[in-house]
């Protein structure tokens, strides 16, 4: 059942390919279980939901209707965030796969959205003596609520920039955790699009 | 954390429903410009010499019609059909049954040599007509969403609730000019305007939107026509 919005997501793909966006991105966020109380080692200072992310993908339109229209947000990650102490340094490093559907008013310059995280490649990294902090966790499926400020080009109708916040809801889990670690967090998300692939 | 998820969750809600669906509606002015309606850059010799012009047509008259042809953004969504200038040639019957024309020839693009009035006159004149009926047109379409529009931020009914509708505006117009000395006989325009439903994922092409309405256009520019021609007893 928890893969049919995952699925639904890939069947907008093909809607309308004529006009898709690529997007950069850019995130801070920060929230969730302190990872030093779940994973074993010593104590450090990073929640499951703190996360410096850079991440690429495609904005694809699903109806082309104006002033208000739907669109899905499809995008790649790499989200990470350390704690250092000299030569001791932890690092807590994922990749989500992110899929927002969003609708979006052109007049009054806004978008919202909900979606899918699916973070995979998690792992805690470590060196020096914070070394034993080192593990694997779990891939972990989540959600995300956003709400964002569009930017449009001023001489295109195409999108440019947006810049809003995000909230995520997602639990970590590895077989080291003592117990399952919240990564829900909120966070200041930039997208920036280029231009429609149609022009 | 349930509290705070349900506090975000409501907050999208109230957002969202106030947005609201709505039509942003057509710019006539603006399709008049491209379906040929130019407007006047004029002084007030040129208006004088607009009043020494005189009606010239013999009795039946040979009439060169032009169909003027899209361009620039509506070049890709429409083009005129043989089921248009059949149209208009139902039209030419009867005033020639009428005895009111003659001989009706269609110009060419290819025996034109430019798009502008004068350019025109001189390729119907090279054919010996003695009037020359101009047809243009332009049309828009306008897409939104209707209030089962909503439903589409679940992403699954985007691909069976029809919540989606376009509107589709075509303006034709026809003047008649006379090919020796430029005198304006009449001018006519119709426009029509179609509406249809869809589901949202599945949008028509504008191309298959404007054949429909610019056919019920030229339909009421004939009788249109028709109606000029008789009233003005040309």
Same mark, same amino acid.
């Given at each position: 059942?928890?893969?049919?919005?995952?699925?639904?997501?890939?069947?907008?793909?093909?809607?309308?390919?004529?006009?898709?966006?690529?997007?950069?991105?850019?995130?801070?966020?920060?929230?969730?279980?302190?990872?030093?109380?779940?994973?074993?080692?010593?104590?450090?200072?990073? =929640? @499951?939901?703190?996360?410096?992310?850079?991440?690429?993908?495609?904005? !694809?339109?699903?109806?082309?209707?104006?002033?208000?229209?739907?669109?899905? =947000? !499809?995008?790649?990650?790499?989200?990470? +965030?350390?704690?250092?102490?000299?030569?001791?340094?932890? @690092?807590?490093?994922? /990749?989500?796969?992110?899929?927002?559907?969003?609708?979006?008013?052109?007049? =009054?310059?806004?978008?919202?959205?909900?979606?899918?995280?699916?973070?995979?490649?998690?792992?805690?990294?470590?060196?020096?003596?914070?070394?034993?902090?080192?593990? #694997?966790?779990?891939?972990?499926?989540?959600?995300?609520?956003?709400?964002? !400020?569009? /930017?449009?080009?001023?001489?295109?109708?195409?999108?440019?920039?947006?810049?809003?916040?995000?909230?995520?809801?997602?639990?970590?889990?590895?077989?080291?955790?003592?117990?399952?670690?919240?990564?829900?967090? !909120?966070?200041?998300?930039?997208?920036?699009?280029?231009?429609?692939?149609?022009? | 954390?349930?509290?705070?998820?349900?506090?975000?969750?409501?907050?999208?809600?109230?957002?969202?429903?106030? +947005?609201?669906?709505?039509?942003?509606?057509?710019?006539?002015?603006?399709?008049?410009?491209?379906?040929?309606?130019?407007?006047?850059?004029?002084?007030?010799?040129?208006?004088?010499?607009?009043?020494?012009?005189?009606?010239?047509?013999?009795?039946?008259?040979?009439?060169?019609?032009?169909?003027?042809?899209?361009?620039?953004? =509506?070049?890709?969504? &429409?083009? &005129?059909?043989?089921?248009?200038?059949?149209?208009?040639?139902?039209?030419?019957?009867?005033?020639?049954?009428?005895?009111?024309?003659?001989?009706?020839?269609?110009?060419?693009?290819?025996?034109?040599?430019?798009?502008?009035?004068? +350019?025109?006159?001189?390729?119907?004149?090279?054919?010996?007509?003695?009037?020359?009926?101009?047809?243009?047109?332009?049309?828009?379409?306008?897409?939104?969403?209707?209030?089962?529009?909503?439903?589409?931020?679940?992403?699954?009914?985007?691909?069976?609730?029809?919540?989606?509708?376009? #509107?589709?505006?075509?303006?034709?117009?026809?003047?008649? &000019?006379?090919?020796?000395?430029?005198?304006?006989?009449?001018?006519?325009?119709?426009?029509?305007?179609? #509406?249809?439903?869809?589901?949202?994922?599945?949008?028509?092409?504008?191309?298959?939107?404007?054949?429909?309405?610019?056919?019920?256009?030229?339909?009421?520019?004939?009788?249109?026509?028709?109606?000029?021609?008789?009233?003005?007893?040309?």
């Amino acid at each position: 059942m928890r893969w049919i919005c995952p699925l639904l997501f890939f069947l907008v793909l093909p809607l309308q390919a004529w006009a898709w966006q690529g997007l950069f991105s850019l995130s801070v966020s920060a929230g969730g279980t302190p990872l030093d109380q779940v994973a074993p080692g010593p104590e450090y200072t990073i =929640q @499951a939901g703190d996360a410096w992310g850079l991440g690429v993908g495609v904005l !694809i339109p699903v109806t082309d209707t104006s002033p208000t229209r739907y669109e899905a =947000q !499809i995008s790649v990650g790499y989200h990470f +965030s350390t704690a250092q102490q000299g030569d001791n340094e932890i @690092a807590w490093r994922r /990749i989500p796969l992110e899929g927002v559907y969003y609708y979006r008013n052109v007049e =009054q310059k806004f978008r919202l959205g909900w979606g899918l995280i699916y973070s995979v490649g998690n792992d805690i990294s470590a060196k020096g003596s914070n070394s034993s902090a080192k593990t #694997d966790v779990d891939n972990a499926l989540g959600w995300k609520l956003a709400a964002d !400020i569009v /930017i449009p080009h001023p001489n295109t109708s195409d999108d440019m920039l947006s810049f809003g916040l995000h909230y995520n809801i997602i639990n970590y889990n590895a077989t080291s955790f003592s117990r399952e670690a919240s990564g829900n967090a !909120i966070g200041i998300v930039l997208n920036m699009f280029w231009p429609e692939s149609s022009q | 954390m349930k509290k705070t998820i349900s506090v975000l969750m409501l907050s999208f809600v109230a957002l969202y429903s106030l +947005s609201g669906c709505q039509s942003k509606g057509f710019n006539r002015g603006e399709l008049q410009n491209l379906a040929g309606t130019k407007k006047p850059v004029f002084d007030d010799n040129e208006i004088k010499e607009a009043y020494k012009k005189k009606p010239n047509l013999p009795k039946p008259f040979k009439m060169a019609v032009y169909f003027a042809s899209p361009t620039g953004m =509506q070049s890709s969504k &429409w083009r &005129w059909t043989d089921s248009d200038k059949a149209k208009i040639a139902e039209l030419t019957k009867e005033l020639n049954d009428q005895k009111v024309v003659s001989d009706v020839f269609p110009l060419l693009d290819s025996t034109v040599s430019g798009t502008d009035l004068r +350019s025109l006159r001189l390729a119907a004149a090279k054919h010996q007509a003695d009037a020359l009926l101009l047809i243009g047109g332009a049309g828009s379409t306008d897409r939104y969403m209707t209030n089962w529009g909503l439903t589409y931020i679940l992403l699954a009914p985007v691909f069976f609730v029809p919540g989606s509708k376009v #509107d589709t505006l075509f303006i034709a117009n026809a003047t008649l &000019w006379d090919v020796k000395n430029e005198y304006l006989y009449l001018t006519a325009e119709a426009e029509a305007m179609t #509406d249809q439903t869809y589901i949202g994922a599945f949008s028509p092409r504008d191309q298959d939107l404007f054949l429909e309405a610019k056919t019920q256009a030229i339909d009421k520019l004939k009788n249109e026509l028709l109606k000029m021609v008789q009233g003005n007893k040309l």
